[in-house]
């Protein structure tokens, strides 16, 4: 099974995909910790989106794809698995469906968490104290 969870920081994606991950027995894959992975191991990846991030520049879709992809192909996701707020952009979307189809796969469900504004403003407002 193959799942995604969207929406806004502060939505509660990570929460709620925990859970179903661990209910589903499948790998919760987050891109902040695929960065931080790569980061910390200075894959040639990790070490691309660093230099990003140390400019203060987004990591360019092109390297959020790759890592991505990366960790989709890894033995533990044969089952399936969960992303958590991958694809946020179109070029990631297309990309995400061009290698599902390339290996016979599909997107089972979808899940578009909202929220409204001011809880959004409040939620992330709390995580820094």
């Known amino acids: 099974m193959i ?4 929406g806004p920081p502060g939505a509660g994606k990570g929460t709620q995909a925990k859970l179903l991950a ?9 891109t902040g ?13 990790g070490l ?4 990003y991030m ?6 360019p879709d092109s390297v959020t794809i790759a890592m991505v992809a990366d960790r989709i192909a ?7 698995y969960l992303l958590d707020g991958f694809p946020r952009t179109l070029a990631q979307a297309k990309a995400l469906s061009e290698h599902l189809s390339a290996n016979n796969q599909k997107i089972d469900f979808v899940v578009n968490l909202e929220l409204p504004d001011a809880m959004v403003v409040e939620r992330l407002s709390s995580r820094r104290l």
Do not use: M, W, Y
């Open 33 to 45: 910790d695929i960065f931080r992975k790569n980061i910390k191991e200075q894959t040639p990846l």
């Open 54 to 59: 140390d400019r203060g520049l987004l990591v």
């Open 3 to 6: 799942l995604i969870l969207l």
């Open 74 to 80: 890894e033995p533990d996701c044969s089952n399936g």
């Open 48 to 51: 691309d989106a660093k230099g």
């Open 22 to 30: 661990r209910d589903l027995q499948i790998p919760h894959i987050s």
